[in-house]
């Protein structure tokens, strides 16, 4: 694969994606690599806020909960709200794109618009007012960031459907009579399947980070989900003597985000030719 | 004072990239006479921008000069750092007139301004001297509203236009020398023509000499002492305009203005193609395409043997004993 | 350039009319009993029927968009239920807070941002250019709560070298002023007691919050002179010998900074989202804070002008960042 083999020369590139997938089996054997899988709901009271030591590498939480454990726990669910979000976005966004970049007049006009007006909004923002006006639960959460995320999706292929279609090759295949479902799904599609990757790796980044400051401020996850945002919130009240408690959930969604856009990043590097000059 | 302003000798240059080392210059020798007018000429992709990087000490950071000497007035430009090219040569003793007008200036400053940097740092006196002597040479140049030009941004010129503000900006800190690269290339055929006219004149009026790299022979016969005649990064012939285009002596010479007798742009008619300089053909690089080729022309390596009074060829037909 | 302006104003209407009609929809469509949702969790039912009938839902829906246009076009967003005073009162009283911290984390951005856009374009593919991609991803990958979080512990906490929370000290007077921005006001007073004050107190949410536009502005920066450097101008003034410094700092910049300047529009839509949980960690009086308070209490009328206001923000930054774009580049004032 010349993907791939670009990607092994991509050094930044390379350690996004050892992250990703690093990250990944965390989230798939999560309940089998921490030391006290138990800990997602049990209260030990006689350890609480212990400081990291060789028993709890990560330290105790006001429960007397390994921390290690939690942050272990909390990828699933991370990636879980980022691949439900990422892929109700998608599915929303692309077939969107496709018609308004296929069709013109009102209905291109319209979807445009709209899309036009949801970017405007910073996203924050409309995802903690739809999660609200919804009632708060993690439900909600994620699809108040659907909402907000879709018209990325339906701007890449709305671009890149535009593009195509004014290129010879549909006119062409117009002429040999093939029909507008077909040359969206079989001809357009796969030409504007770089650039939506590369949108969906970086969104899976953005969307974790989104997703942790709905936790934060408690409109997300509830307790006792180990969520890494909620737990973050929950340690604020025994700072500044329990800094491993705050500290480590966050370094957990910092090298996991910064593992999804690092690959993000790189791959859009190598998948987009016109980019490649500015590098 | 030696006779003439500038020497190339044996200038060799290759240039790094994705599939390896392309070797563009192979040993280019030429010599231009002080107040004469020297015509370089090339197809695209001979080498000739990267001659005129290599003299002007711009050349990307992938290239690497294997080897030769260029001396102009007397100095070993290849010698001299960057800061002493900077201060000393580029834009004072050398000016220079780029190829395309249109993209040559910096879309959003004033004329003025980029012109009155070159001066400020490479010319003597004070900026309102600078800006006098800028809008003498603007109105030398024939530009229309000279006092006003200097005052407006590039895109309020027409090609000729900006073309004589580039004129203009060579001559600004009287250099010995100008390179000119194409310059007549992106303008309409009449507005080539004055330029042309108007180079010839100040050649002659200000007593620099002139490095005139370009692909059509038409113009080298307008405008030419000699010329240089470049194929695939060696220089393969050199003299007198006018001798070289009545008797050419180099095969490939020969072969340029058998196919177009009109002198008009375009090189087609020699059978096989220009050889890549990634994977340049051992010897002479002409060898393929020659119709005169013999096996020793491959292990010939390229040099320049005179073969008639002021006459240079780089070709084994003329090899003294052959 | 007055019909440069005004048309970006035209432009700029389709797009705040569509955020009134989106605004309308949430408040509106969304809540199943929008009356009761407004109403909070405590209302009898006849408070319910009555704000039902003052707000016109009993109407159909094109009547009650008529009546919300008209409450918006009179600043009428009806009283906070968290504050009990006039919403507007509240965010004008607000505004100036989250404007001044947010302009300073942009400042911040810019500032530091552009020289390392341009190094790292510079020494494009050798080490600075390398740590520079990796730390402008990693300032857009890290969680600015979390950030704030370590800042205040670290700096606030341990060292405790910068105040924890809040604009200025409490035995502090906030000088009065023109400009609402403490730092600005404070100098007009002659109070540099206060502006030291209240430049520590901005020090770390600034910080904060300037973190993901120092990115992306160095990002931009970088992209922009690798584009420019490419060009033949450059070329040109190398052959005439321009000083390298001034070549890449004055010419190729003002070239490079078009794609920045852009940007920044819509940087500031992410500042202010910013600005909602920066201003929540370190008790900033603003708008962010305001907003998290009416989102947790959920208070309706404050959602719904906060999201007015940052649409109206976001469209004016939009045009200064157009006209920015026309004083750098002379061809625009030309061509309209």
Redesign the interface.
């Known amino acids: 694969m010349l993907v791939l083999r670009k990607l092994a020369r991509d050094i930044p590139a390379l350690a996004g994606l050892l992250i990703v997938l690093f990250v990944a089996a965390v989230a798939l054997a999560g309940p089998w690599l921490a030391p006290h899988p138990g800990d997602i709901s049990a209260s030990h009271l006689l350890q609480r806020l212990k400081p990291p030591s060789p028993a709890f590498p990560f330290g105790t939480d006001n429960l007397g909960r390994d921390l290690l454990s939690r942050v272990i726990l909390g990828a699933r669910g991370a990636l879980e709200v980022a691949l439900v979000v990422v892929g109700a976005a998608m599915a929303v966004g692309v077939p969107l794109g496709l018609i308004a970049g296929y069709s013109t007049g009102w209905l291109s006009e319209i979807v445009m618009r709209i899309t036009d007006v949801f970017l405007a909004l910073p996203q924050l923002i409309l995802a903690l007012a739809l999660a609200q006006l919804m009632s708060p639960s993690l439900e909600s959460a994620m699809l108040a960031l659907a909402i907000t995320y879709w018209p990325f999706f339906t701007r890449i292929v709305y671009a890149e459907t535009r593009r195509l279609r004014t290129a010879l090759f549909v006119d062409a295949l117009q002429g040999i009579g093939a029909g507008t479902p077909r040359i969206l799904l079989a001809h357009i599609l796969p030409n504007a399947i770089s650039p939506i990757i590369v949108r969906a790796t970086i969104g899976l980044g953005f969307t974790i980070l989104v997703a942790a400051v709905l936790g934060f401020l408690g409109m997300g996850a509830t307790p006792p989900d180990p969520d890494w945002g909620l737990t973050i919130s929950q340690s604020r009240t025994y700072l500044p003597r329990a800094w491993w408690y705050a500290t480590f959930p966050g370094l957990a969604i910092l090298v996991t985000v910064l593992g999804f856009n690092l690959l993000g990043d790189g791959l859009r590097d190598i998948l987009d030719p016109r980019l490649r000059r500015s590098r | 004072m030696s006779e003439d302003i500038l020497t190339v000798a044996g200038l060799r240059v290759s240039i790094g990239g994705d599939e390896g080392r392309a070797k563009v210059l192979d040993h280019v020798s030429f010599a231009l006479p002080r107040g004469h007018i020297l015509g370089v000429v090339g197809e695209s992709g001979c080498g000739k921008s990267t001659l005129i990087r290599t003299l002007?000490g711009?050349l990307p950071s992938t290239a690497r000069i294997d080897a030769g000497e260029i001396r102009f007035d007397g100095m070993d430009l290849l010698a001299m750092g960057?800061r002493q090219?900077?201060?000393s040569?580029?834009?004072?003793r050398i000016?220079?007139i780029?190829?395309?007008p249109y993209?040559?200036?910096?879309?959003?400053?004033k004329v003025g301004t980029?012109l009155l940097?070159?001066m400020r740092?490479?010319a003597g006196g004070n900026p309102a001297a600078h800006r006098a002597r800028l809008i003498g040479l603007l109105r030398r140049v024939q530009l229309p509203d000279a006092e006003s030009a200097l005052d407006r941004?590039p895109?309020?010129f027409s090609g000729g236009q900006r073309q004589r503000l580039l004129i203009a900006?060579?001559l600004a800190c009287s250099p010995a020398l100008v390179v000119a690269d194409e310059p007549t290339t992106a303008l309409d055929v009449t507005t080539q023509q004055q330029i042309l006219d108007l180079l010839r004149e100040l050649v002659a009026e200000l007593g620099i000499s002139m490095l005139f790299v370009t692909h059509d022979l038409g113009v080298v016969a307008q405008l030419c002492d000699a010329l240089c005649i470049i194929y695939a990064g060696q220089s393969v012939e050199i003299g007198a305009t006018a001798e070289v285009l009545a008797r050419p002596l180099h095969p490939y010479t020969s072969a340029l203005l058998a196919c177009h007798p009109e002198r008009t742009a375009g090189f087609a008619g020699i059978p096989g193609a220009v050889p890549s300089p990634l994977r340049p053909p051992p010897g002479c690089r002409y060898w393929p395409r020659c119709p005169q080729a013999r096996p020793a022309c491959r292990a010939r390596p390229a040099h320049l043997v005179t073969a008639a009074p002021d006459r240079d060829v780089d070709c084994i037909l003329f090899e003294p004993g052959v | 350039m007055l019909r440069f302006m005004l048309r970006r104003v035209l432009l700029a209407l389709p797009s705040l009319f569509g955020l009134l009609v989106i605004t309308f929809l949430l408040i509106r469509v969304v809540p199943a009993d929008p009356a009761a949702a407004l109403a909070g969790d405590n209302a009898t039912p006849e408070q319910i029927a009555r704000i039902r009938h003052q707000y016109g839902f009993d109407r159909p829906l094109v009547a009650q968009f008529g009546l919300y246009i008209v409450d918006v076009a009179h600043l009428d967003f009806g009283e906070s239920q968290y504050s009990s005073r006039p919403v507007a009162r509240d965010i004008a009283e607000r505004l100036p807070a989250t404007l001044e911290l947010t302009v300073s984390a942009l400042l911040i951005g810019i500032v530091l941002g552009v020289p390392l856009g341009v190094v790292a374009a510079v020494h494009h593919n050798r080490w600075p250019d390398f740590l520079l991609r990796v730390l402008s991803i990693g300032g857009i990958a890290v969680a600015a709560f979390w950030f704030a979080i370590m800042l205040q512990l670290l700096f606030a906490m341990q060292l405790e070298w910068l105040p924890l929370r809040g604009r200025i000290s409490d035995g502090m007077i906030a000088p009065a002023g023109p400009t609402g921005f403490l730092l600005v006001d404070s100098l007009l007073a002659g109070r540099i007691d206060a502006f030291r004050d209240a430049l520590r107190h901005l020090a770390l949410p600034a910080i904060t919050l300037s973190l993901g536009g120092l990115a992306t502005i160095t990002r931009f920066t970088r992209a922009g002179v690798l584009e420019t450097m490419q060009k033949d101008f450059v070329l040109y003034e190398r052959a005439v010998g321009y000083p390298r410094r001034r070549l890449i700092w004055l010419y190729v910049l003002r070239n490079s900074v078009v794609a920045t300047v852009t940007q920044i529009g819509l940087l500031f839509g992410g500042l202010i989202a910013g600005a909602v949980v920066v201003e929540s960690i370190f008790d900033w009086p603003g708008i962010g804070d305001y907003t998290v308070q009416a989102i947790l209490t959920a208070d309706y009328k404050v959602m719904l002008a906060v999201t007015l206001l940052i649409g109206v923000i976001y469209a004016v930054v939009n045009i200064i960042t157009d006209l920015l774009h026309g004083l750098i580049d002379p061809r625009l004032w030309d061509q309209l």
Do not use: C, K, T, V
Request: proline share 6%; aromatic share 12%.
């Open positions: 002007l711009i960057e090219l900077n201060r040569i580029r834009g004072s000016g220079f780029p190829q395309d993209l040559a200036l910096n879309p959003l400053f980029q940097e070159i740092w490479h941004y895109h309020q900006a060579a």
